[in-house]
């Protein structure tokens, strides 16, 4: 059982950055790809960014070249720097954990945080 715990979502003009946070629980984290998903109001979830246990990372299109993912296993923790953010970029970001294989599909995740949310105003 995993636990998940996004933090740091919030109002930020366009052009500006965030850094999100998502803490694991459980002492088996380093086994698990983990990913970030977002859902803007009246959209379906969609994939952002993922990690695998080693540290490989990959990315949705829209995101390349502006965000990066990261971990930090001995902390449990999952980040996704957010760099040049755009209107388009506003979210609820969710960070997800994969005991199997890291991927763009939701359906690959077993765990799920709460969200949180990211706007970004024009």
């Known amino acids: 059982q995993v636990q998940l715990v996004e933090s740091g979502g919030g109002l930020v003009q366009a052009g500006g950055s965030l850094r999100l946070f998502c803490a694991a629980s459980?002492?088996?984290?380093?086994?698990?790809?983990m990913g970030w998903f977002r859902q803007a109001p009246g959209k379906e979830r969609e994939f952002v960014a993922a990690?695998?246990?080693?540290?490989?990372?990959d990315y949705a299109d829209s995101v390349k070249g502006r965000f990066t993912i990261s971990r930090d296993n001995a902390k449990n923790t999952v980040y996704l720097q957010m760099n040049s953010l755009k209107p388009e970029d506003t979210a609820v970001y969710y960070c997800?954990?994969?005991?199997?294989?890291?991927?763009?599909?939701?359906?690959?995740?077993?765990?799920w945080g709460q969200g949180t949310q990211v706007t970004v105003s024009s």
């Open positions: 997800a954990a994969s005991a199997g294989y890291s991927g763009s599909y939701h359906y690959m995740y077993d765990y």
């Open positions: 459980g002492r088996t984290f380093t086994s698990y790809a």
């Open positions: 990690v695998n246990w080693s540290g490989a990372s």
